[in-house]
């Protein structure tokens, strides 16, 4: 199996399957010197673990990181890295491989089983192998690396909707974000998401939703035109996340129903004397490069594909099937993507961050 990475300079590589011992991935290209810890990475996979509420999966993992390469231990307990590759390692504690025999040759609608097998002729049937969302916690300790690359980048994630109920953006308020199960910046919005997850969750069924992601302190110029534009490769990165079925950058699709003179950024000088935008529809990219501005996308997560409702299909051996999904499932796997998706975003900045730098000489 090939392409297992992604980024040119800040290289990702991940590896491990959801039901193997662990699950890691190795940064290739991250600067040397930079100073860190394996608390700072574990506040980012803090978000995302399992089991933190009744509306995610109830998989026990502490999803404890550790670092095997690429940094010099320090004696307050932090590391600095070396300029080598940075291997991170997080084990599998809870797994229920029992959970998935029904299904080893029986393809479950809306999952990878039937394309991974057509293309491979063998499958980890046990909760997808790579194709489980498990996989994705690797990506979050690799974020929390390309966050310390770029000074003052400040990446953060908001659900904004939730099946058929979205936020109030006259409400937005960051501050609520660690303060609800949802990361949901309008507060109001809470309690409805509670109810309406409550019942998908009871029906065994599941919800899609949609994700928010601001990225402050990009410096204006990183990037580049045609074929490594910044928020092309945003976008790759935000479409390789396990259900991701859409990506906008800025305004995205609301731009087709607008004016040229609604959705033109306009332009004045500030009082530092440098030039200022006075809106920011183009979410922080024009010509693929960055203006300084805000880099803002959104990505849709279609509903978990795991549900209790028997569903149509087939199996290996070419017999016509019905096929519920046993074992613990997100009703809404749209709400541990968050954190998933600011890391994604940050690996695509830092990665343009080190090209600009080796293209240009700047250093902010």
Request: glycine letters at 12%.
């Amino acid at each position: 199996m090939s392409h297992n990475s992604f980024g040119y300079l800040f290289r990702v590589t991940t590896w491990g399957e959801s039901h193997g011992p662990a699950i890691g991935c190795v940064v290739d290209g991250c600067p040397p010197g930079l100073r860190f810890s394996e608390d700072e990475l574990q506040q980012w996979l803090d978000k995302r673990k399992p089991g933190q509420s009744r509306f995610v999966t109830q998989r026990r993992e502490a999803d404890l990181v550790r670092v095997l390469s690429g940094a010099m231990p320090q004696e307050d307990g932090t590391f600095i890295s070396t300029g080598t590759p940075i291997s991170l390692m997080i084990e599998n504690t809870d797994q229920r491989s029992k959970d998935y025999s029904e299904i080893a040759r029986r393809f479950r609608p809306g999952h990878a089983d039937y394309t991974y097998d057509v293309k491979y002729g063998i499958r980890d049937y046990r909760g997808g192998g790579r194709s489980s969302a498990r996989e994705t916690a690797t990506r979050v300790a690799a974020g929390g690396l390309a966050r310390k690359v770029v000074p003052g980048l400040k990446v953060r994630g908001a659900l904004v909707r939730i099946g058929e109920h979205e936020i109030d953006r006259s409400r937005w308020d960051w501050d609520a974000i660690d303060s609800n199960p949802f990361f949901a910046p309008d507060p109001e919005i809470v309690p409805v998401w509670e109810n309406y997850l409550d019942d998908i969750r009871k029906k065994g069924s599941s919800v899609g939703a949609v994700i928010e992601i601001v990225a402050e302190g990009v410096p204006a110029g990183i990037g580049a035109p045609v074929y490594a534009k910044l928020d092309q490769d945003i976008a790759s990165n935000l479409m390789s996340i396990n259900a991701v079925k859409g990506v906008e950058i800025g305004n995205g699709f609301a731009a087709a129903k607008i004016t040229g003179e609604a959705n033109a950024d306009e332009m004045r000088i500030g009082a530092d004397g440098k030039p200022q935008f006075l809106s920011n529809n183009a979410g922080g990219i024009l010509g693929g490069i960055a203006t300084g501005e805000p880099v803002v996308a959104r990505f849709a997560v279609k509903p978990t594909s795991s549900i209790l409702t028997e569903r149509r299909s087939v199996d290996a051996d070419g017999n016509e099937v019905d096929v519920r999904t046993k074992g613990r499932h997100d009703p809404c796997v749209g709400i541990r993507a968050v954190p998933i998706g600011e890391a994604m975003v940050a690996c695509a900045i830092a990665d343009h961050y080190l090209r600009d730098r080796g293209q240009t000489g700047r250093l902010t």
